[in-house]
């Protein structure tokens, strides 16, 4: 059941996944590294003008971002679940 579950959760990103809508992947096979990189992202994502740019709270983007970042098209979803099982 394991391809039929990805292959859903691949196509719901695909088709929901807008402007208004986002969806924020994080991979998390480093359950550690997942979380660091989930909370950079989301504390880059709001608005904080004394915020000091100094410290470098960029998120790993092979981690943590957008699931367009992650994912173009559906044949990169296809391409992606083919280099997995192969």
Same mark, same amino acid.
């Given at each position: 059941?394991? @391809? !039929?579950?990805?292959? $859903?959760?691949? #196509? *719901?990103?695909? =088709?929901?996944?807008?402007?208004?809508?986002?969806?924020?992947?994080v991979?998390? @096979? !480093?359950?550690?590294? $997942?979380?660091? #990189? *989930?909370?950079? =992202?989301?504390?880059?994502?709001?608005?904080?003008?004394?915020?000091d740019?100094?410290?470098?709270?960029?998120?790993?983007?092979?981690?943590?971002?957008?699931?367009?970042?992650?994912?173009?098209?559906?044949?990169?979803?296809?391409?992606?679940?083919?280099?997995?099982?192969?």
């Amino acid at each position: 059941m394991w @391809d !039929d579950y990805s292959e $859903a959760k691949e #196509n *719901r990103f695909f =088709y929901t996944h807008t402007a208004d809508t986002p969806w924020t992947v994080v991979r998390s @096979d !480093d359950k550690k590294r $997942a979380r660091i #990189n *989930r909370m950079r =992202y989301f504390i880059r994502s709001l608005p904080y003008p004394a915020a000091d740019t100094e410290i470098n709270l960029e998120p790993d983007p092979k981690i943590a971002g957008p699931a367009d970042s992650f994912y173009q098209t559906l044949e990169d979803f296809d391409a992606s679940r083919q280099l997995k099982v192969g």
